[in-house]
């Protein structure tokens, strides 16, 4: 499979917990690309790579998110002391220099208890 | 700051029918990208077709075709002879030529009659 893969698909974690998802992009897509989507509700934009340069983070990005995409490949995203509003669906994308389209994983769903 | 506003939560077709979802945006940029992304349950994101703003003929993709009013600012997606395999969520997103960020809409859940 040669599409955007993230891991794990589902967590569950108790408030107050640290959590870290994994995002591998298309082989050599420089960009990378972190949505944020609640139930209902169409992505949010959280933070965007270009390599391993973050070029864009949104402000729904707090102090409690982080993000990294060491050596430009795969990148994950850390959220600390988690919240019960921190659940949602986390979906990475990632495209070629000069693309337009985005081509996203198949997401992961937080749920904090 | 640019919007994208899907006014139809919910839209229902018949097989074999013709289906066409609503989408308008708000941006004061010149040069841009629209698209429509289509999530079925449980599955990731898929592209159905992109429109470059500076281009006037609508886009086409096998059964999917756009309308594109770039100065009414509308963004419709119709999809021809609808087949079960088309319910999804569909979502229209924006893209600034400068900007790598996607701003989406709130979704059309598509239903399918058999």
């Known amino acids: 499979d040669t599409g955007v893969s993230q891991d794990p698909r589902h967590k569950i974690t108790k408030r107050g917990q640290n959590v870290t998802f994994r995002c591998d992009p298309i082989?050599?897509?420089?960009?990378l690309y972190w949505y944020r989507q609640t139930l209902g509700q169409g992505p949010e934009f959280l933070t965007y790579f270009q390599n391993e340069a973050q070029l864009e983070k949104s402000r729904l990005l707090s102090d409690r998110f982080s993000a990294e995409r060491p050596k430009g490949s795969f990148s994950t995203l850390e959220i600390q002391r988690t919240e019960q509003g921190d659940s949602a669906m986390y979906l990475c994308?990632?495209?070629?220099?000069?693309?337009?389209?985005?081509?996203f994983g198949q997401g992961t769903r937080l749920t904090v208890v | 700051a640019q919007t994208v506003t899907q006014s139809q939560p919910e839209m229902s077709v018949q097989e074999a029918e013709t289906v066409t979802l609503s989408c308008t945006y708000d941006t004061s940029e010149s040069d841009y990208y629209l698209f429509w992304y289509k999530q079925p349950p449980s599955r990731q994101m898929i592209l159905v077709i992109r429109?470059?703003?500076?281009k006037q003929q609508n886009a086409t993709e096998n059964r999917f075709s756009v309308n594109f009013q770039k100065a009414a600012k509308s963004f419709s997606l119709k999809i021809s002879d609808s087949q079960l395999g088309d319910a999804a969520m569909y979502f229209c997103?924006?893209?600034?030529?400068?900007?790598?960020?996607?701003?989406w809409g709130a979704g059309t859940k598509l239903i399918i009659k058999p």
């Open positions: 082989s050599e897509h420089n960009r």
């Open positions: 997103a924006y893209r600034g030529d400068s900007n790598y960020q996607l701003i």
């Open positions: 994308a990632s495209s070629p220099e000069g693309g337009t389209e985005a081509f």
């Open positions: 429109q470059e703003a500076y």
